[in-house]
Nanobody, 120 residues
Framework: QVQLMESGGGLVQAGGSLRLSCTTSRSLLGINLMTWYRQAPGKQRELVAGISSSGSTNYANSVKGRFTISRDNAKNTVYLQMNSLMPEDTAVYYC??????????????WGQGTQVTVSS
């Protein structure tokens, strides 16, 4: 099992910034894919950004150029730096771990989410 704890959400005005953190209960070195998802009210959960164990990243088109995902293996933490926030970024943001070494099935594992609200 992998426990994930998100933090850093909150209320921010449009144009502002937030940094989300996701700390894992086991070493990031054995987790091959970490991803941030979000779910807005009445909408399906969608991928925001992902980062592999090698550092390769991918982003949803809607956040490219504004959001940056990174990982600190020493702290077992993945970050999502969100700049130029817009009201449509309002959602619950979830951390996801997948392809975990040494675990049957390898995942996925989910955090409980952190609320991000962007006011206009």
């Amino acid at each position: 099992q992998v426990q994930l704890m998100e933090s850093g959400g909150g209320l921010v005005q449009a144009g502002g910034s937030l940094r989300l953190s996701c700390t894992t209960s086991r070493s990031l070195l054995g987790i091959n894919l970490m991803t941030w998802y979000r779910q807005a009210p009445g909408k399906q959960r969608e991928l925001v950004a992902g980062i592999s164990s090698s550092g390769s990243t991918n982003y949803a088109n809607s956040v490219k150029g504004r959001f940056t995902i990174s990982r600190d293996n020493a702290k077992n933490t993945v970050y999502l730096q969100m700049n130029s926030l817009m009201p449509e970024d309002t959602a619950v943001y979830y951390c996801n771990a997948d392809f975990v070494d040494g675990l049957p099935g390898g995942g996925p594992f989910w955090g409980q989410g952190t609320q991000v609200t962007v006011s206009s």
